[in-house]
């Protein structure tokens, strides 16, 4: 920005705070008062929660922040940040008038659904707060291989953070990951208004909220007293007027707050007026007058939010905690009830006056304003934030080999498979080996990544030697920590794990970087980590989940560690596209794949749920028609004859039990056949996708028909199909409304309990004499 005058400034900042506040609180009043209402249901759109953000956030993105600087905002601030854009020039009138409505601004800030300049997706508390320390350490990690573009600077991830929002505890999973992690350029601004979504927070609660980041090395900024109070605190008496308020219990500063002046002087009067200073503190000021001074705290006084922001200039970790007023400048300030309240139609109205606003003016950029249009136009182009226009960023595709290298061992699970595949791709100097990084919970050698770690090394932000490798302790794992090692080991926090995806699988548009993510887990603990992969996956981050082992094939764990619902996750979970290969041969084709459908623009993220289960891989050569059959979600292992009358269908792990059940169903069926497949998800989403397309549900197969629908065509149209699978049985259930056929479908539907697989197979119908058994009830 050009030099200004620091008054000038000030002065620009605190109209544009104005026209935020107003452009916030008059885009939620529309949705609610103005537009047509057609289903009856409250809009919403929590004006008091922008309230309290609007200074924090007109000297943030007019003033303090860089391009290349990363925000996740506040969910309940959407409005805020859609105001901003709009004077940016990056949001529209037309998105502003239908908030909350088909096609408009969104209710939360989403990468994916608004056309503004968004960082993080938002909307599950917590979870953009966490999302910028993991950014940060994929920024490090970027930086440090000198994977960014060498002119793109450093930036910070910055969160807005309500103070409610510090109930969650991925918060604080996150901030010891950061802290092992030594994490950099960050900052966390907590709006501290002290009221939640029913109540008012805690005071001792939050009273310990500062030492915590202490604790984890983090420099903490309290923006408690705006410039208004700290002239009072100088005045004789000055100090008892500081003490009053600090020792002011959060539940009665918020009720003085909606009370104002009077209720200001009636307890001042009551507590202090033995203090000659104060007294004439209180003649000095009516009740208007008074209250603005009482409520003039840091966080809504933009001098000192100022002055805060600009005297950090190191990369230290840094949690402001800004003291603000929940719906400052509104009517029901301070009110325990305004989270999710809104202004009448009376209050609306007295709140433009006051704004200076005339009716048909309400979208105009300027109107109210004191300064001139022109300087307010040049304040805002030359804003740092907003020199380079839009600020995602892109970075070319990572080319895949043809094939991936495949083991050959004659007996093998599909974890040890996965393992051997990437200790192979590291084993060789490729700009894939390069690009792939990978992160675990605490489970790194049990899924199998140890050979990869080996190779590859652990990411540190400095040299750190295996301590058993110096005392030269025999060990098969060399965990060298290094500034070029690839994988990022994490505590045990599942929630961590797929935030850390995340940000990882948006390194391209973050920070101009393409990086391959994968991670592992134990398959039941995705459950754990559900909303935090909901939300990597709402933000379009693209990365590879492996999930191992899977179902109750993990015998002798017992049902802690048994899964049962995950495949019914994979099919569900949108932007997420899940894969259950049975043999090794099969799972390189779908790493493959998956490495290279991550990239595209309308690709996913890929979810491949694998198994510890040792099996004998089959002697086969798959050719490009079988591995594009694997790809589309299946393929027949023992192809039936025109016109049979059953089927078995398989998945996974428990494919031999269908091989057995099938070498002995036909010598009773001839022309029976064995169905494997890879991805009920692939295959339900294009058989859906191929009937939208012709607008009806066909029964017949024709040029659009979708693989499943080609798969079934061989069979009869009274032909029976008994499903099996290491998971819910609903995950395969749903092939008989493909052709109308009748399903016995087998699978898990209770806990598992400690066992070998022959007992626990047995118990839970999932063996050959089940899958016979279920044969012959189809056909009674």
Known sequence: MTSMAPVQRLKLLRDLERKVLWLSAWTIH???????????????GHQASCASLATVMTALYFSVLRPEDRVAVKPHASPVFHAIQYLFGHQTQDKLEHFRSYGGAQSYPSRTKDVDDVDFSTGSVGLGVAMTLFSSIVQDYVRLKKLAPAERPTGRMVALVGDAELDEGNIFEALLEGWKHDVRNLWWVIDYNRQSLDGVV???????????????????????????????????????????????????????????????REALT?????????????????????????????????????????????????????????????????????????????????????????????????????????????????????????????????AIPAALPRPNDRKASTQEGFGKILNAIAAEDSELGRRIVTTSPDVSVSTNLGAWINRRGLFGHTEAEDVFRELKVVSAQLWRKTPRGQHIELGIAENNLFIQLAALGLSHELFGTRLLPIGTLYDPFIARGLDALNYACYQDARFMVVATPSGVTLAPEGGAHQSIHTPLIG????????????????????????????????????????STRS????????????EADLIAGGYWYAPPEPGADVALVAMGAVTPEAIAAHASIVRDF???????????????????????????????????????????????????????????????????????????????????????????????????????????????
């Open 30 to 44: 529309h949705a609610n008062h103005v537009r047509p209402n057609r289903d009856g249901l409250k809009v919403g």
């Open 202 to 264: 805690n005071d001792r609660l939050f009273g310990r909220i500062g030492e915590m980041f202490e604790l984890v090395g983090w420099r903490v900024v309290t923006l408690k007293y705006g410039k208004l109070l700290e002239t009072a605190f100088a005045q004789p008496d000055g100090e008892q007027l500081r003490q009053w308020i600090d020792d002011c219990p959060n539940s009665l500063y918020s009720a003085l707050v909606f009370k104002g002046g009077a209720g200001w």
């Open 270 to 398: 009551r507590d202090l007026n033995q203090y000659p200073g104060i007294r004439r503190i209180l003649e000095q000021h009516d009740d208007a007058s008074l209250h603005r001074l009482m409520t003039n705290l840091a966080g809504n006084d933009m001098q000192a939010v100022l002055d805060a922001f600009e005297g950090v200039t190191d990369d230290t970790p840094t949690c402001f905690i800004a003291y603000t007023i929940k719906g400052q400048g509104l009517p029901f300030a301070g009110h325990k009830d305004n989270h999710s309240g809104l202004m009448t139609v009376e209050q609306m109205a007295g709140f433009k006056k006051g704004m200076g606003i005339a009716d048909g003016q309400e979208w105009q950029k300027f109107a109210g304003l004191a300064a001139p249009v022109a300087e307010l136009e040049t304040f805002i182009r030359q804003a740092p934030f907003n020199a380079e226009g839009r600020r995602r960023t892109a970075a070319p595709a990572i």
């Open 571 to 610: 099919i569900g979970q949108p932007g997420l596209l899940s894969y259950e290969p049975a043999f090794v041969d099969e799972l390189a084709v779908l790493m493959r794949f998956g490495l290279e459908h991550m990239q595209q623009p309308k690709g996913s993220s890929i979810y491949l749920r694998l």
């Open 615 to 626: 099996l004998l891989q089959p002697e086969r050569t798959l050719s490009p028609a079988q």
């Open 670 to 780: 001839a022309g029976a056949g064995l169905l494997v497949l890879s991805s009920p998800d692939r295959l339900h989403a294009d058989w859906l996708a191929a009937q939208r397309e012709r607008g009806r549900t066909a029964g017949t197969i024709d040029r659009g028909a979708s693989p499943v629908e080609r798969l079934l065509a061989p069979l009869s149209r009274d032909a029976r199909l008994v499903t099996v699978l290491d998971g819910h049985p609903l995950a395969l259930s749903w092939l008989g409304s493909v052709r109308g056929q009748r399903v016995v479908p087998l699978g898990i539907e209770s806990f598992g309990q400690s066992g070998d697989i022959p007992d626990l197979y047995r118990a839970y119908r999932l063996d050959a004499a089940a899958l016979v058994d279920a044969v012959a009830r189809a056909i009674s």
